[in-house]
T-cell receptor, first 114, second 114 residues
Framework: KAGVTQTPRYLIKTRGQQVTLSCSPISGHRSVSWYQQTPGQGLQFLFEYFSETQRNKGNFPGRFSGRQFSNSRSEMNVSTLELGDSALYLC?????????????FGPGTRLLVL | GESVGLHLPTLSVQEGDNSIINCAYSNSASDYFIWYKQESGKGPQFIIDIRSNMDKRQGQRVTVLLNKTVKHLSLQIAATQPGDSAVYFCAENMGGGSQGNLIFGKGTKLSVKP
């Protein structure tokens, strides 16, 4: 079974631009969560989607948004990029949400904001 | 691969030795804890979990110990192998079953010398 895939793997943007990242969960998984990982803050929860609905949201500004499609694929969008948005963005999928051992992470998208 | 932590504490062990990685958690009400392993260029991988009604849980070559009195969690890896080299971090569930209630530690980098 294919794992969680994320595209693109690397991205360079400039301040003020916007970016959209994509995540394809494991087949059959309906929950997709997004995380931001930085050296200073570690891994922080952004939001979780389940069956196209946002089920939970972390403490991030409104510039960070996401959505989930009917095939469970998810996108996250960051508008008006800031230098501090440079990070590794990870998504994770699970079969039916909060069962931690079934949460599988993708390889991440490395975003660099210049 | 991506560097997930530029200023992480590092534990260096000889191949075949046992490793102990420690984690202090923040909330005495946390009721569920997880250890993750993150190799360079990959997303975090679930290793083992433990609930607050237990003080020890064993997996394959790994043992997690929970000391609620001092809010301390440890991961013991027996007969450490080069493939165990990675960043390890703990996560605590602040309450409830939602993904958003997971708080992740910054991590410890384990380096195994052959």
């Amino acid at each position: 079974k294919a794992g969680v895939t994320q595209t693109p793997r690397y991205l360079i943007k400039t301040r003020g631009q916007q970016v959209t990242l994509s995540c394809s969960p494991i087949s059959g998984h309906r929950s997709v969560s997004w995380y931001q990982q930085t050296p200073g803050q570690g891994l922080q929860f952004l939001f979780e989607y389940f069956s196209e609905t946002q089920r939970n949201k972390g403490n991030f500004p409104g510039r960070f948004s996401g959505r989930q499609f009917s095939n469970s694929r998810s996108e996250m969008n960051v508008s008006t990029l800031e230098l501090g948005d440079s990070a590794l963005y990870l998504c994770a999928s699970s079969s039916r949400g909060p069962r931690w051992e079934t949460q599988y992470f993708g390889p991440g998208t490395r975003l660099l904001v210049l | 691969g991506e560097s997930v932590g530029l200023h992480l504490p590092t534990l260096s062990v000889q191949e075949g030795d046992n490793s102990i990685i420690n984690c202090a958690y923040s909330n005495s009400a946390s009721d569920y804890f997880i250890w993750y392993k993150q190799e360079s260029g990959k997303g975090p991988q679930f290793i083992i979990d433990i609930r607050s009604n237990m003080d020890k849980r064993q997996g394959q070559r790994v043992t997690v110990l929970l000391n609620k009195t001092v809010k301390h969690l440890s991961l013991q890896i027996a007969a450490t192998q080069p493939g165990d080299s990675a960043v390890y971090f703990c996560a605590e569930n602040m309450g409830g079953g939602s993904q958003g209630n997971l708080i992740f530690g910054k991590g410890t980098k384990l380096s195994v010398k052959p």
